[in-house]
């Protein structure tokens, strides 16, 4: 009995009603997918159409044995045991193995794909691998954890507010993978096995590459999901921000100022509730009287405006009942169609329905953009349930436990194909959320309502470098985080200034923040609307922080250049701006689990100081030639160094030869 067969350049495997795809998708890559009782899906939640690639080969060695290769990458499957079940074994061009599939372990008779029923829908599903000793995982998205490696961790795969779960990752033996499942679920990264799991699925579905480097398994994969946009030349520089400017003067006076001081600044941003109702998509004209005005006069300063748009839609929004009537809300399955209670009830639009996208742009175009507004900040975009029930909701695509970690990827593709309609060549959109596939609608990340301390500082260093890892080249931070900072205490200053010194080395430098005390905001007619935050200006920190800050926007704008070259790769190889160590220096075995240094492009080592009160750190250096760009000193790498740290500096060194 042959179990294989071949369909064109793919090889088919079935028994006990299981169907096996794996197919070549793109250079060195496969795709590999499986269903019960059906044949699999094409399903295309975050892959596109593969890059041409022919050399590829299928090879049929007996009835039970069978490979795959494309390119550098070749898929044995074997059928093993009584229970003649294929296991797939993933090899390099050298023969050496990258993954394997868990076997039927003899009398455990245990399933490495197994799909799980679940009366009336469809599976719960696991996928297993065997642990690899001495592996390193790193990617997955954003957590909120002190971790670069994620071997022996287990993660969520699931949205919130400051957790973005991209299951992309890159492994140390050579391969990167991707589990194209948007299903609620977990993965664990166990020292004996790995467990990838979805709550409620169709089919079993992932991608896999082998790449001698890691910038060879990032190109891989932004050909097989996408490549980010050029970022725009207002995303090169600095982006100032604060939760809210509430009113129009007060948001012109504070771009006035920063013209009149001579600081360079690129874009600033009106925040939340600066709307009549949430889900209005538009100013509230008391006070926001003329917008078309504000934005002309920014325009003239050379500030780009950006907007807070919220996928909620209040239940007493203007636009509430044609929306709920047209089917363009996300429906609780059961209960109040009530998805956050914040200020007032509010359900979220239905970001996987196309009609719902189309209707909410055309709101956002008539309101903002036709104004001359083109930089959206789209918040809330996990979404954040108020009580994160996955079970709760569902979408046009389907249950939010089978499809909703696509939310925000399907938000991000709203407005950039809003925006690219209206021609604007290479859109860019702040979001709180990502997966994968997002980075090539202009998504840029940012980490989300962090709290304004140490430990989160750190937590941050850490998810820019696994985010970019996952594919996701443009993140940042809120400068300072966002929660309990207050200017006028001397232990946040400090914080504020370390941390704004990092943000001059992140892809994007925004400063936001709910400053406190909050200051409370009127009507005319004396309702009281939602606070604003205390002032959030970079002369809002005190005498000594002030030219401190000036310095850095002043070095970010020398770097510009620079900047704008690293998201000229990214753009077209899908590098991260933020590179791990290992990254740029692979072979290093000193470079493979540092995560509180890291290179920015290929020339800048980085340094944060992440602790208060520290005036100097340990910074290894690999091998060659570095110069600190503060002091001008020149250090032989190869070892660890003692660099000076005084408040006015974050450790830089310059890599001497390096593009």
Same mark, same amino acid.
């Given at each position: 009995?042959?179990?294989?067969?071949?369909?064109?350049?793919?090889?088919?495997?079935?028994?006990?009603?299981?169907?096996?795809?794996?197919? &070549?998708?793109?250079?060195?890559?496969?795709?590999?997918?499986?269903?019960? $009782?059906?044949?699999?899906?094409?399903?295309?939640? #975050?892959?596109?159409?593969?890059?041409?690639?022919?050399?590829?080969?299928?090879?049929?060695?007996?009835?039970?044995?069978?490979? @795959?290769?494309?390119?550098?990458?070749?898929?044995?499957?074997?059928?093993?045991?009584?229970?003649? !079940?294929?296991? !797939?074994?993933?090899?390099?061009?050298?023969?050496?193995?990258?993954?394997?599939?868990?076997?039927?372990?003899?009398?455990?008779?245990?399933?490495?794909?197994?799909?799980?029923?679940?009366?009336?829908?469809?599976?719960?599903?696991?996928?297993? *691998?065997?642990? =690899?000793?001495?592996?390193? !995982?790193?990617?997955?998205?954003?957590?909120?954890?002190?971790?670069?490696?994620?071997?022996?961790?287990?993660?969520?795969?699931?949205?919130?507010?400051?957790?973005?779960?991209? /299951?992309?990752?890159?492994?140390?033996?050579?391969?990167?993978?991707?589990?194209?499942?948007?299903?609620?679920?977990?993965?664990?990264?166990?020292?004996?096995?790995?467990?990838?799991?979805?709550?409620?699925?169709?089919?079993?579905?992932?991608?896999?590459?082998?790449?001698?480097?890691?910038?060879?398994?990032?190109?891989?994969?932004?050909? #097989?999901?996408?490549?980010?946009?050029?970022?725009?030349?207002?995303?090169?520089?600095?982006?100032?921000?604060?939760?809210?400017?509430?009113?129009?003067?007060?948001?012109?006076?504070?771009?006035?100022?920063?013209?009149?001081?001579?600081?360079? !600044?690129?874009?600033?941003?009106?925040?939340? *509730?600066?709307?009549?109702?949430?889900?209005?998509?538009?100013?509230?004209?008391?006070?926001?009287?003329?917008?078309?005005? $504000?934005?002309?006069?920014?325009?003239?300063?050379?500030?780009?405006?950006?907007?807070?748009?919220?996928?909620?839609?209040?239940?007493?929004?203007?636009?509430?009942?044609?929306?709920?009537?047209?089917?363009?809300?996300?429906?609780?399955?059961? +209960?109040?169609?009530?998805?956050?209670?914040?200020?007032?009830?509010?359900?979220?639009?239905?970001?996987?329905?196309?009609?719902?996208?189309?209707?909410?742009?055309?709101?956002?175009?008539?309101?903002?953009?036709?104004?001359?507004?083109?930089?959206?900040?789209?918040?809330?975009?996990? &979404?954040?349930?108020?009580?994160?029930?996955?079970?709760?909701?569902?979408?046009?695509?389907?249950?939010?436990?089978?499809?909703?970690? @696509?939310?925000?990827?399907?938000?991000?593709? +709203?407005?950039?194909?809003?925006?690219?309609?209206?021609?604007?060549?290479?859109?860019?959109?702040?979001?709180?959320?990502?997966?994968?596939?997002?980075?090539?609608?202009?998504?840029?990340?940012?980490? +989300?309502?962090?709290?304004?301390?140490?430990?989160?500082?750190?937590?941050?260093?850490?998810?820019?470098?696994?985010?970019?890892?996952?594919?996701?080249?443009?993140?940042?931070?809120?400068?300072?985080?966002?929660?309990?900072?207050?200017?006028?205490? &001397?232990?946040?200053?400090?914080?504020?200034?370390?941390?704004?010194?990092?943000?001059?080395?992140?892809?994007?430098?925004?400063?936001?923040?709910?400053?406190?005390? #909050?200051?409370?905001?009127?009507?005319?007619?004396?309702?009281?609307?939602?606070?604003?935050?205390?002032?959030?200006?970079?002369?809002?920190?005190?005498?000594?922080?002030?030219?401190?800050?000036?310095?850095?926007?002043?070095?970010?704008?020398?770097?510009?250049?620079?900047?704008?070259?690293?998201?000229?790769?990214?753009?077209?190889?899908?590098?991260?701006?933020?590179?791990?160590?290992?990254?740029? *220096?692979?072979?290093?075995?000193?470079?493979?689990?540092?995560?509180?240094?890291? =290179? *920015?492009?290929?020339?800048?080592?980085?340094?944060?100081?992440?602790? /208060?009160?520290?005036?100097?750190?340990?910074?290894?250096?690999?091998?060659?030639?570095?110069?600190?760009?503060?002091? +001008?000193?020149?250090?032989?790498?190869?070892?660890?160094?003692?660099?000076?740290?005084?408040?006015?500096?974050?450790?830089?060194?310059?890599?001497?030869?390096?593009?």
């Amino acid at each position: 009995m042959n179990y294989f067969e071949v369909q064109d350049r793919r090889l088919v495997w079935r028994n006990h009603g299981e169907t096996l795809f794996v197919d &070549p998708w793109g250079p060195d890559s496969l795709r590999v997918r499986s269903s019960v $009782m059906a044949e699999p899906e094409d399903s295309r939640f #975050a892959l596109l159409d593969p890059v041409p690639f022919e050399d590829t080969e299928i090879r049929l060695l007996s009835e039970r044995l069978a490979e @795959i290769r494309c390119g550098k990458l070749t898929a044995r499957l074997e059928v093993c045991g009584w229970k003649e !079940i294929a296991v !797939i074994t993933f090899l390099n061009q050298r023969g050496e193995i990258l993954l394997q599939e868990t076997d039927g372990e003899n009398a455990l008779t245990l399933r490495a794909r197994k799909f799980e029923p679940r009366l009336g829908a469809d599976w719960r599903l696991t996928a297993t *691998f065997r642990g =690899m000793d001495g592996e390193r !995982i790193y990617g997955m998205g954003q957590y909120q954890e002190e971790y670069l490696d994620w071997k022996g961790c287990t993660l969520e795969l699931a949205h919130r507010n400051s957790q973005a779960s991209v /299951p992309m990752l890159q492994s140390s033996r050579g391969y990167g993978f991707l589990w194209h499942n948007p299903a609620i679920g977990t993965v664990s990264f166990g020292r004996n096995r790995t467990t990838w799991t979805a709550d409620s699925t169709k089919q079993l579905d992932y991608w896999i590459t082998a790449g001698d480097t890691p910038a060879e398994i990032s190109l891989h994969y932004a050909q #097989a999901t996408g490549f980010a946009p050029m970022m725009p030349e207002y995303g090169l520089g600095f982006w100032q921000c604060k939760l809210r400017y509430w009113n129009q003067e007060q948001l012109l006076s504070v771009a006035r100022e920063y013209k009149r001081r001579g600081l360079p !600044i690129d874009v600033i941003v009106c925040d939340f *509730f600066h709307w009549p109702r949430m889900g209005d998509y538009r100013f509230d004209p008391e006070f926001f009287p003329d917008p078309a005005a $504000m934005v002309r006069e920014l325009k003239e300063m050379g500030i780009e405006l950006m907007v807070s748009v919220w996928p909620q839609i209040a239940l007493t929004s203007e636009n509430y009942e044609e929306m709920r009537q047209q089917g363009l809300l996300v429906r609780a399955e059961y +209960g109040e169609q009530i998805g956050m209670r914040f200020v007032e009830d509010s359900m979220f639009y239905d970001a996987t329905n196309p009609r719902a996208r189309a209707y909410v742009w055309e709101k956002c175009k008539k309101n903002y953009y036709d104004y001359g507004i083109r930089v959206f900040w789209l918040d809330e975009a996990e &979404p954040e349930y108020g009580t994160y029930d996955f079970k709760a909701y569902r979408y046009s695509m389907g249950s939010n436990q089978q499809i909703g970690n @696509i939310y925000p990827q399907c938000y991000a593709r +709203g407005f950039y194909e809003g925006l690219r309609a209206e021609g604007q060549e290479n859109p860019v959109n702040l979001l709180r959320c990502a997966w994968a596939g997002s980075q090539r609608y202009g998504a840029l990340v940012w980490s +989300g309502d962090i709290m304004s301390d140490w430990s989160y500082f750190r937590r941050q260093v850490c998810a820019g470098l696994s985010m970019g890892l996952a594919g996701i080249p443009w993140w940042t931070t809120d400068i300072g985080g966002f929660h309990a900072g207050n200017p006028e205490k &001397p232990e946040f200053r400090e914080l504020l200034i370390r941390w704004f010194q990092w943000g001059c080395y992140c892809p994007v430098m925004r400063l936001h923040g709910d400053r406190q005390p #909050a200051q409370p905001v009127y009507r005319k007619d004396g309702t009281r609307v939602l606070n604003s935050g205390s002032d959030n200006e970079v002369w809002s920190f005190g005498d000594e922080a002030y030219p401190i800050l000036v310095k850095y926007l002043h070095r970010r704008e020398e770097l510009r250049p620079y900047v704008r070259e690293l998201m000229r790769q990214a753009h077209e190889a899908g590098t991260p701006l933020l590179r791990a160590m290992f990254y740029e *220096f692979p072979e290093d075995p000193a470079c493979a689990l540092l995560q509180d240094q890291y =290179m *920015f492009g290929s020339r800048y080592l980085v340094a944060p100081v992440l602790a /208060p009160g520290l005036r100097s750190r340990e910074v290894y250096l690999p091998e060659g030639v570095w110069r600190n760009v503060d002091t +001008g000193e020149t250090l032989s790498g190869g070892g660890t160094v003692t660099v000076p740290a005084p408040l006015e500096v974050i450790p830089v060194l310059e890599r001497i030869g390096a593009d």
